[in-house]
């Protein structure tokens, strides 16, 4: 009954490849994320889909391309895989907010994924 | 802009001790949540305190506490009678007005038997 699922686990890859991470979440939630750790650690966000809308998306090459199908699922597609892609990505969800509120959403916390530990070579 | 620093990239601290661990923000967002993430070496990211901007109180949760100071910005962690588990790299992070939660580069705590 794990809250929100990732698959794979692990992706190892060559460079050129398309391959999709999917994410799923039994939370009840409306908004999920996608974030990016690279070697050093640091977290990115990517993107973030209230009820299948998009309603941020970073400064990400257009390579990478998420698809919402429903609330629950949020899957991450990335063509022509480059080394630099090689990192681990962390697919999270949150209750949902409106755009329109002022604070709601501000004190939502985000509950994240196992995470799926990609490695293009 | 929002940002997160922290300065402390290890720690290391005694069994049964506490340590603090620190968090400075900036930002220009009258109102705005800051987090603090657990992430043990197996990876995952483990949700552990939320402190409001508008919150009197500073937030606990079990041996977790957060030392809130608003006029300076900071937001450190405290973790009261460290245990063996609690070895592992700490994120903080901030959300405002634009709702994307910013990380800070982690501080790497390591818990001394």
């Known amino acids: 009954d794990t809250a929100v699922s990732q698959t794979p686990k692990y992706l190892v890859t060559q460079m050129g490849n398309d391959k999709s991470i999917k994410c799923e979440q039994n939370l009840g939630h409306d908004t999920m994320y996608w974030y990016k750790q690279d070697s050093k650690k640091f977290l990115k966000i990517m993107f973030s889909y209230n009820n299948k809308e998009l309603i941020i998306n970073e400064t990400v090459p257009n390579r990478f391309s998420p698809k919402s199908p429903d609330k629950a699922h949020l899957n991450l597609h990335i063509n022509s895989l480059e080394l630099g892609d090689s990192a681990v990505y962390f697919c999270?969800?949150?209750?949902?907010?409106?755009?329109?509120?002022?604070?709601?959403?501000?004190?939502?916390?985000?509950?994240f994924g196992p995470g799926t530990r990609l490695l293009v070579l | 802009a929002q940002k997160i620093t922290q300065t402390q990239p290890g720690m290391f601290v005694q069994e049964k001790e506490a340590v603090t661990l620190d968090c400075t923000y900036d930002t220009s967002d009258p109102s705005y949540g800051l987090f603090w993430y657990k992430q043990p070496s197996s990876g995952e990211m483990i949700f552990l305190i939320y402190?409001?901007?508008?919150?009197?109180q500073n937030a606990t949760e079990g041996r977790y506490s957060l030392n809130f100071q608003k006029a300076r910005k900071s937001a450190n962690l405290v973790i009261s009678a460290s245990q063996l588990g609690d070895s592992a790299m700490y994120f903080c992070a901030m959300r405002g007005s634009n709702y994307k939660l910013t990380f800070g580069k982690g501080t790497l705590l390591t818990v001394n038997p």
């Open positions: 999270a969800s949150s209750q949902g907010f409106t755009l329109a509120g002022e604070k709601y959403g501000i004190g939502e916390t985000q509950y």
């Open positions: 402190q409001g901007s508008y919150d009197q």
